[in-house]
């Protein structure tokens, strides 16, 4: 079970409280956004300015920490429109109480910003508490994360897109066992949702002819089963819906990133996965 910004379906999403539900419902891995306030700390926020999280018209990296205005008290969930989030806890922490508070938590550290400065203080975190093995790079960016691998080469690190894509495009050409694959991790979309929530297609025949073609095409269970026999994590995401959650396992993910851990815990004890 993987909780997206700690679960942010239950609780106000990056904050310490939406963590403590998650690892509280068995989470196993964290995912957590990264920015860089004015003063240098090293925050939780998926948005660099700040109108949809607090309501205030301003980039996070132009005030300093003690600034930071707290979360509203109601969020959207992304991945869940229509749906909201509460939670009493509206503070935005820094990325070195979560390490503290879960030192044996695996944590996704996704990093929003091409900011050296950035990359370099979650490296020195790293180190610092001493979690390397269970600390994933991940970013939409491959020159981000090429920078990431480059601060801290000891650090697992996830697929780009770009890198993604190139799997795919081996595998359907038969070559992917000749590929030369350093990442510890996929963390995708699951094709059914891209007709819903987050992924809209046009709608009418086109619409649903694309939207059969990449289920068909995309996380297929025969490259999953690759990528899983080379010792990669599949991850899929983010999914809140029980039939999502048993289209993942059924494709053979070896996890489901959800904004509803709860959700995905009563699932896992109903139909328990190896």
């Not at 900011?115 to 093995?133: G, N, P, S, T």
């Not at 780009?160 to 359907?172: E, K």
């Not at 002819?209 to 089963?225: E, N, V, Y």
């Not at 990528?227 to 899929?236: A, S, T």
Request: net charge neutral.
């Amino acid at each position: 079970m993987a909780a997206h910004r700690g679960g942010c379906g239950e609780r106000l999403e990056n904050t310490m409280e939406a963590f403590e539900n998650a690892v509280a419902q068995g989470a196993e891995l964290l995912e957590l956004d990264c920015r860089r306030t004015r003063d240098g700390a090293v925050v939780l926020s998926h948005d660099r300015g700040l109108r949809r999280q607090a309501g205030l018209d301003r980039d996070l990296r132009d005030l300093d920490y003690e600034e930071l205005p707290p979360y509203k008290e109601t969020l959207e969930v992304t991945f869940a429109p229509g749906c909201y989030s509460q939670g009493r806890d509206r503070r935005m922490p820094r990325l070195d109480e979560v390490f503290a508070r879960f030192p044996h938590v695996a944590v996704s550290v996704e990093i929003k910003d091409d900011d050296d400065e950035l990359i370099q203080k979650v490296a020195e975190l790293v180190r610092r508490h001493d979690r390397a093995a269970i600390t994933l790079w991940a970013s939409f960016n491959d020159r981000i994360l090429r920078k990431c691998r480059a601060a801290h080469p000891g650090m697992p690190y996830g697929f780009s897109p770009r890198r993604a894509l190139l799997v795919l495009a081996m595998h359907y050409l038969g070559l992917l066992p000749l590929l030369p694959l350093g990442e510890a991790a996929l963390l995708g979309p699951l094709p059914g949702i891209i007709n819903r929530t987050y992924f809209p297609v046009p709608k009418g025949i086109l619409g649903q002819a694309l939207a059969l073609l990449a289920d068909k095409f995309i996380m297929t269970k025969g490259l999953l089963q690759h990528l899983r026999e080379r010792d990669i994590q599949v991850v899929l995401w983010v999914l809140n819906e029980e039939r999502d959650f048993a289209d993942a396992f059924a494709r053979g993910a070896s996890g489901v990133m959800t904004d509803y851990p709860g959700r995905l815990r009563r699932y896992l004890d109903a139909h328990p996965q190896p």
